[in-house]
Every structure is written in C-alpha cells, then in structure tokens.
C-alpha cells in the first residue's frame, strides 16, 4: 500500500528530502511546521561570543546563521573555542567552511540528542567554563540546564527564529484527498504546536491516525496520547539518514 510522507522539516532541506523520495518511489509532502529567520543578537553579545572557552551548536540553522553573524562583525576561524555540535554532518558543514584552519570539533559517539552530547567526555570538566549555545528562542533546554548545574557559565545566544509557516492550499488539499497511509516527520516540538494550531481539526486526526517519525522522545511524549499509528525514532536527524529509514520502512 502507498504511503505519504508527510515532511514537516522547514525550507530548502524539506523540499529536497520531498524531491530524494520521489527518486525512490515514494510521495512526499512537504508541509513545514515552521519557518526560519535570522536574529540579531545584542552587539554585547560579540564580545561573549569572541571569549568563551566552547560554542555549541544546536542544529543546522544555528551554524548556518550564527555563521552569517560572525562574519558581519569579523570573528574569523583562527579566533574559533572549542566547538559541540549534535552530529557528524554539522561538524563536516563547519569543516567545509573553514578549509584553512583546523577546528576543534566534538559530536556525540552515538545519538544525535541533546542527551547523547551531555554524556561525551570532554563535557564532563566543563566547571568554571565559558560556554556560548546557539540556538532559537526556547531551544534545547536541556543543554543550558545541564551544564550550569556543572559549574560552566552559559550565555544562550538566539541567532535565529521559528515561526508558523503559510501553509499551502494545494498541498492541504492533497493531504485532504489522500486515501492510504500517512507517515508524518516531525522535525521540533515547535512544529508540532504550530500545525496542530494551524491545521483543521479533520486534517490534524489524519495525521495522527498515521505514523510518526520523530528525532526525540521529547516529541514522542508530545504527541502519545493523541498518535494511534506508529512511532519511530529517527537514527539520525540528516536528509540521507531520514530517507534510508523512510526507505526501508516503506519500500
């Protein structure tokens, strides 16, 4: 029986996972929680940045804006701390960028949460520490908590935004047509609050008589007591990872 994939991942990488499944087989539907803009941090902010012993990273857009930012006030890579971030893919974008100079990169041995970076060994002696987290507005909690509670200093720097996303009337309509099975991907606890207030009652139930791909069990405690499908946790939270699970759940 067909499935559609129904992808809630924000901006250019969820229409190309949409565009990588349909290589494969599969329809997908991308139909973002949220949208992204950039935020000006405080200029104070450039000066906390420019001292901490280590930066972290909590997704994609953080390296991508907060990236943007340095630039505008000149922080080059020879000036960069030690730096987290939650996967091997995020450490190789920030490798690609700073060719000439080697950077002191770490990523969780397994995992891709906030939970499987706490536990790496070079976090474990952070007391005393500067840390700056890039993230958005209310983002990874647990980081910020965990490492206070050890002694390092935090500065949370939001560098960008999410926002309801427009929704397409199109593509609520093909949703709303669909007759066969539904897989949803959840991308943020913020997507999910975003489409459950946006989207009409009925289409909201087709969702969540689907299945569910979520990147953490914080998203699947949001969404238990309404999901009456499947729910699977992703391996990892990159387009290729997400497709070959996609792939062999449903192909």
């Not at 420019?50 to 997704?59: P, V, Y």
């Not at 893919?89 to 970076?117: N, V």
């Not at 958005?136 to 720097?157: F, H």
């Not at 914080?218 to 939270?237: E, F, H, I, V």
Request: net charge neutral; with cysteine; proline share 6%.
């Amino acid at each position: 029986m067909p499935a559609l994939i129904v992808i809630t991942r924000p901006g250019a990488s969820g229409l190309q996972l949409e565009r990588s499944l349909a290589i494969d087989g599969l329809t997908g539907l991308h139909l973002p929680g949220i949208a992204l803009s950039a935020v000006n941090p405080p200029v104070t902010a450039a000066d906390t940045v420019a001292q901490a012993d280590w930066w972290i990273f909590t997704s994609p857009a953080a390296i991508q804006y907060a990236l943007r930012w340095f630039h505008s006030f000149g922080l080059t890579p020879q000036h960069y701390p030690d730096i987290a971030v939650l996967s091997e893919k995020s450490a190789q974008r920030l490798y690609a960028t700073t060719e000439q100079q080697p950077l002191r990169i770490i990523w969780p041995g397994t995992g891709h949460r906030s939970e499987d970076l706490l536990i790496h060994p070079r976090l474990q002696s952070v007391s005393g520490r500067q840390i700056v987290i890039f993230n958005a507005p209310e983002g990874r909690r647990l980081l910020t908590d965990s490492l206070r509670q050890q002694g390092a200093t935090v500065q949370e720097v939001n560098i960008y935004r999410r926002v309801p996303a427009e929704l397409d009337n199109q593509r609520l309509q093909r949703l709303s047509e669909w007759q066969d099975s539904i897989m949803t991907l959840w991308t943020s606890n913020t997507a999910i609050e975003h489409l459950h207030s946006q989207l009409p009652q009925p289409l909201w139930q087709k969702l969540m008589q689907g299945d569910q791909l979520l990147l953490s069990e914080r998203q699947k405690s949001a969404l238990k007591s309404q999901c009456t499908g499947n729910m699977y946790l992703a391996d990892a939270p990159d387009n290729a990872s997400l497709r070959k699970q996609i792939i062999g759940l449903y192909v």
